[in-house]
Structures are given as structure tokens and as C-alpha cells.
């Protein structure tokens, strides 16, 4: 069985870079994307998620973009942001357009205040310290996780409402408890910037508060 990666790829434009908030959200919503509307990727999908759902965040911008834009993939959008998510691929079959872009570079910001958040929310670890690229990658694991626990009635609810969800980082007196909670929980690998185990995003909706869809009688789901 082949290893496989996620790809995903953030547009900043050097005068126009991304919101942050913008950039997590439109890597969930990517995400969540190319779960929904699989089609002719989808063995490759099923073989990734059998290995794990690893994901790599990469940016591009100009004519790195505008290659990026001719390979297979979809487009999600939020505020500011574009992401280009790609079919999973080999860890070593990176196709060139997308092996030459950078990982780093990635360290955006919010301009200003964030709105309250709706019912769908990623919330993030306030005692982290991630690069944008880092969160974009965790916010698609959790909205990965919360695809797993959400049934057929409440996904298509969610797809009518274009995956509706907000990314916001927890308050420090609430975050315990949002960890005890059985919401699903992304437990980071510890690949890069931190520490194995350490528990990144948690996603919160009306669905999984009640339980979530479990048919196999999962226990509170976890990104290993």
C-alpha cells in the first residue's frame, strides 16, 4: 500500500496576502471539498485515509498560482483566502509544479477583530504557536475528523450551506474543557513545529455535541 500525502496550496500574493482566518477556513472547506466530490480520485482518497490523512501546506503566487490552477484539484475560497487542494499523491511523487513551491513563507495574520462564530466551529489550541501553514494543515484534519462523525441528513444541510464554518483560537478557560468534551480532537504527529500528541484544533458542531454519526460504534474521534 502506497503512502500518501495531502496537498494543499495557499495563494499570497505578495501585495495581497491572505487574512489568516481566511486561509484555516478555506483549507477546511478545501478539504471538505474534495471529500464531498471525490469522483475519479476517489481510490486514491480511501488509500490515504487507510495510512493516515497527512497533509502538506505549500504557497504560491503569480505564475506559480496560475501553473498550480492546471493540475487536478479544486478551489476553495473564504474571505481573502484561495487553496487549491490536490487528489493525495505518493510521498516521494510530488509532481513538479508543486514540488517547487515553498512550505515556508506562510506566516500570516488577521487584520483586524474576528466576528462572533457560527454554529460550525475549528477551535485552536491558544497555547500553541503555529505558522499559518501548520494551522492550515491541522483545520483540515479536523474538518477531516468532523466529516467522519457527521451523517447523511446533517451533510446535506452542511453542503447546502457551502460548508459553512469559522475558525477561531480558543479561549484559555474554555480549552480544557473543549479537550475533555467528546468533540473530535486532532492529536498532532510531530512532524514539524511541535510536539507529538499535542492536541492542535477541535471541532465543535450541533451534530457531534449530541454524539455525531458513529456506525461503527467509534469511540471520540482522534487524528492519530
Known amino acids: 500500500m502506497t503512502q500518501r500525502v495531502l496537498p494543499l496550496v495557499v ?3 505578495r501585495a ?3 487574512e489568516r482566518a481566511d486561509a484555516l477556513e478555506a483549507a477546511a472547506r478545501a478539504v471538505l471539498t474534495l471529500l464531498d466530490e471525490p469522483g475519479e480520485w476517489g481510490e486514491a482518497i480511501q488509500e490515504w485515509e487507510r495510512i493516515g490523512i497527512r497533509k502538506v501546506v505549500r504557497r504560491a503566487r503569480g505564475s506559480e ?8 484539484g479544486l478551489t476553495a475560497t473564504a474571505g481573502t483566502a484561495e487553496v487549491r487542494v490536490h487528489p493525495p499523491i505518493p510521498l516521494d511523487g510530488w509532481p ?6 515553498q512550505v515556508s513563507g506562510t506566516d500570516l495574520e488577521d487584520s483586524g477583530e474576528l466576528g462572533p462564530a457560527g454554529d460550525v466551529v475549528l477551535w485552536v489550541n491558544p ?4 505558522s499559518a501553514g501548520k494551522a492550515m494543515a491541522q483545520c483540515g484534519h479536523a474538518a477531516q475528523l468532523a466529516w ?12 447546502a450551506a457551502g460548508f459553512a464554518l469559522d475558525v477561531r483560537t480558543a479561549e484559555p478557560k474554555d480549552w480544557q474543557e473543549l ?3 467528546d468533540l473530535p480532537a486532532v492529536r498532532d504527529a510531530g512532524f514539524t513545529e511541535i510536539e507529538p500528541g499535542s492536541v492542535t484544533v477541535i471541532a465543535d458542531t450541533p451534530w457531534l455535541r449530541r454524539g455525531g454519526f458513529r456506525p461503527d460504534g467509534w ?4 487524528h492519530p
Open 11 to 13: 495563494r499570497i500574493e
Open 16 to 18: 495581497t496576502p491572505p
Open 65 to 72: 498560482w496560475r501553473r498550480v490552477l492546471e493540475l487536478p
Open 96 to 101: 513538479k509544479e508543486l514540488s517547487r513551491l
Open 127 to 130: 497555547g500553541l504557536t503555529m
Open 148 to 159: 467522519w462523525g457527521t451523517g447523511p441528513e446533517e451533510r446535506t444541510a452542511w453542503r
Open 179 to 181: 479537550v475533555t468534551s
Open 219 to 222: 469511540g471520540p474521534l482522534r
